[in-house]
């Protein structure tokens, strides 16, 4: 959010690039390099009157009217003053929402106490701090837990999905290869020097992530959805008979039962259709390579450090 008020950008646009907000969930990394000159000269040419220039307003490139800080200052380039943060990209940004999205399948295939149950079993390990809580007792995830999940989540989600059903199978080791994936992408930009391999090892990591992480999409739920779930929820109530008195008991069981699996497939069908991952967290990841080829290791520009 530093950057949205010192760049004078709009909260879901990426300071460096013109992504546009519903591209930010793929993994495209081709975009125009934000130049804050041109878009003075873009403003300029709308306020004389300019037709050219009448289709390229501030919405259509995710900025606000006016100059930012930076405006006019030699030998500056804005768009490169935004540099990757692993402590809020990655710790306290997309593996806080692989926390969620982990709760979320795990509650699915009913296997969530199994989780809790590996996590209380980890044992001590020179550089780990073994977890006092257990994983739904975490009320706030802070830097060093994040970190800390990082370096055994995928080992305990692999004993977590341990033998599974016939049905369960595809989707166990989708969710694996999924965390697998975002894990060793953390654990490679963490290098202290790269090589064009270690780079190309990055860039197949995130694609991997981005090819499987539609099986996410139905545990990607906000407060809104919930909000409209629910009342759709009341509307089918609502539309049903009140009275059902000369039902038979096990008819109205019957009946209830469909019911609720209406509710179910319809809740689903809603959260499909508006679920997605156009935020400015998932985007955030694309960018890590060019920075290193360009500035160095990532770490030096940590958040972590005074």
């Given at each position: 959010?530093?950057?949205?008020?010192?760049?004078?950008?709009?909260?879901?646009?990426?300071?460096?690039?013109e992504?546009?907000?519903?591209?930010?969930?793929?993994?495209?990394?081709?975009?125009?390099?934000?130049?804050?000159?041109?878009?003075?000269?873009?403003d300029?040419?709308?306020?004389?009157?300019?037709?050219?220039?009448a289709?390229?307003?501030?919405?259509?490139?995710?900025?606000?009217?006016?100059?930012?800080?930076?405006?006019?200052?030699?030998?500056?380039?804005?768009?490169?003053?935004?540099?990757?943060?692993?402590?809020?990209?990655?710790?306290?940004?997309l593996?806080?929402?692989?926390?969620?999205?982990i709760?979320?399948?795990?509650?699915?295939?009913?296997?969530?106490?199994?989780f809790?149950?590996?996590?209380?079993?980890?044992?001590?390990?020179?550089?780990?701090?073994?977890?006092k809580?257990?994983?739904?007792?975490?009320?706030?995830?802070?830097?060093?837990e994040m970190?800390?999940?990082?370096?055994?989540?995928?080992g305990?989600?692999?004993?977590?999905?341990?033998?599974?059903?016939?049905?369960?199978l595809?989707?166990?080791?989708?969710?694996?290869?999924?965390?697998?994936?975002?894990?060793?992408?953390?654990?490679?930009?963490?290098?202290?020097?790269?090589?064009?391999?270690?780079i190309?090892?990055?860039?197949?990591?995130?694609?991997?992530?981005?090819k499987?992480?539609?099986?996410?999409?139905e545990?990607?739920?906000?407060?809104?959805?919930?909000?409209?779930?629910?009342?759709?929820?009341?509307?089918?109530?609502?539309?049903?008979?009140?009275?059902?008195?000369?039902?038979a008991?096990?008819?109205?069981?019957?009946i209830?039962?469909?019911?609720?699996?209406?509710?179910?497939?319809?809740?689903?069908?809603?959260?499909?259709?508006?679920?997605?991952?156009?935020?400015?967290?998932?985007?955030?990841?694309?960018?890590?390579?060019?920075r290193?080829?360009?500035?160095?290791?990532?770490?030096?520009?940590?958040?972590?450090?005074?």
């Amino acid at each position: 959010m530093e950057k949205v008020a010192l760049h004078r950008i709009q909260s879901n646009v990426f300071p460096r690039c013109e992504v546009p907000a519903i591209e930010l969930g793929t993994n495209m990394k081709v975009y125009p390099v934000r130049d804050y000159t041109i878009y003075q000269h873009y403003d300029y040419q709308n306020s004389i009157g300019e037709t050219d220039y009448a289709d390229i307003t501030p919405e259509s490139l995710g900025i606000r009217v006016g100059q930012n800080v930076f405006y006019g200052l030699n030998r500056v380039s804005p768009s490169d003053l935004h540099k990757p943060d692993m402590l809020h990209t990655v710790s306290l940004g997309l593996f806080k929402h692989m926390v969620d999205w982990i709760q979320g399948f795990l509650k699915k295939h009913r296997r969530l106490e199994a989780f809790d149950k590996v996590w209380n079993a980890l044992p001590p390990y020179p550089g780990f701090l073994v977890p006092k809580k257990a994983y739904r007792e975490v009320t706030q995830w802070e830097g060093k837990e994040m970190r800390n999940l990082g370096r055994c989540a995928l080992g305990i989600q692999a004993v977590t999905l341990r033998q599974p059903g016939s049905a369960q199978l595809i989707a166990f080791k989708r969710a694996l290869r999924r965390v697998r994936a975002l894990v060793n992408f953390n654990m490679m930009a963490q290098y202290r020097s790269h090589t064009a391999e270690t780079i190309t090892y990055m860039e197949d990591y995130l694609d991997t992530f981005h090819k499987i992480k539609d099986i996410l999409l139905e545990f990607q739920v906000t407060k809104r959805k919930c909000v409209k779930i629910d009342e759709q929820r009341r509307e089918l109530r609502d539309d049903r008979p009140k009275t059902r008195d000369s039902i038979a008991p096990a008819k109205r069981r019957q009946i209830r039962d469909a019911e609720r699996e209406e509710e179910t497939e319809q809740g689903m069908d809603l959260i499909f259709c508006e679920s997605h991952f156009n935020f400015i967290k998932m985007h955030l990841l694309s960018p890590f390579w060019d920075r290193i080829r360009q500035f160095g290791n990532i770490e030096m520009y940590s958040t972590e450090f005074g």
